[in-house]
T-cell receptor, first 111, second 112 residues
């Protein structure tokens, strides 16, 4: 049982490039979230999904897109990467009793 | 002002000491979470509280809903407890996505 799997763990992007951060869960949870963590700041919600086919914006959605075609996968797309998107990204799921499971994170640097 | 404030921001302790990390919040909540983030970066859920007190091993979490305050205690601290401890709340009325609001975290270092 892998839980929440994020790939890649590290990535360096050039300004203007695009990439997709992958998130897969094997727990059949409906609720999934993408957060970013900047130094000295609390995690900020980028996008979330309450089930396959349903996504919604969080606090800081600009510059990002998501899709949720299956229960298992919740990829985060960065278009036209900017230095302000340098951060650590976490994917998470919510369990039925309102606990949360986090992926191991993706450290992204935009240069 | 953040909705969730943690104190202290940084804490250094000697092995064996009793440690307290505090979390205050300014909104009504339906639940509060304590999370642990190790130097490698992964985040692990420690506790979810809506009232009272919970204990797991050497960790104890308490919450006072009326005072909008929670504490995380670590008894007989050990260097392996060194991590960032994060408080997060689920605001009342947050039903559509069960979204959390996070504190900035407390960096704990336990020296041998």
């Amino acid at each position: 049982n892998a839980g929440v799997t994020q790939t890649p763990k590290f990535r360096i992007l050039k300004i203007g490039q695009s990439m997709t951060l992958q998130c897969t869960q094997d727990m059949n949870h409906n609720y999934m979230y993408w957060y970013r963590q900047d130094p000295g700041m609390g995690l900020k919600l980028i996008y979330y999904s309450v089930g396959a086919g349903i996504t919604d914006k969080g606090e800081v959605p600009n510059g990002y897109n998501v899709s949720r075609s299956t229960t298992e996968d919740f990829p985060l797309r960065l278009e036209l990467a900017a230095p302000s998107q340098t951060s650590v990204y976490f994917c998470a799921t919510r369990t039925g009793n309102y606990g949360y499971t986090f992926g191991s994170g993706t450290r992204l640097t935009v240069v | 002002k953040n909705e969730v404030e943690q104190s202290p921001q940084n804490l250094t302790a000697q092995e064996g000491e009793f440690i307290t990390i505090n979390c205050s919040y300014s909104v009504g909540i339906s639940a509060l979470h304590w999370l642990q983030q190790h130097p490698g970066g992964g985040i692990v859920s420690l506790f979810m509280l809506s009232s009272g007190k919970k204990k797991h091993g050497r960790l104890i979490a308490t919450i006072n809903i009326q005072e909008k305050h929670s504490s995380l205690h670590i008894t007989a601290s050990h260097p392996r407890d060194s991590a960032v401890y994060i408080c997060a709340v689920r605001p009342l009325g947050e039903t559509s996505g069960s979204r959390l609001t996070f504190g900035e975290g407390t960096q704990l270092t336990v020296n041998p």
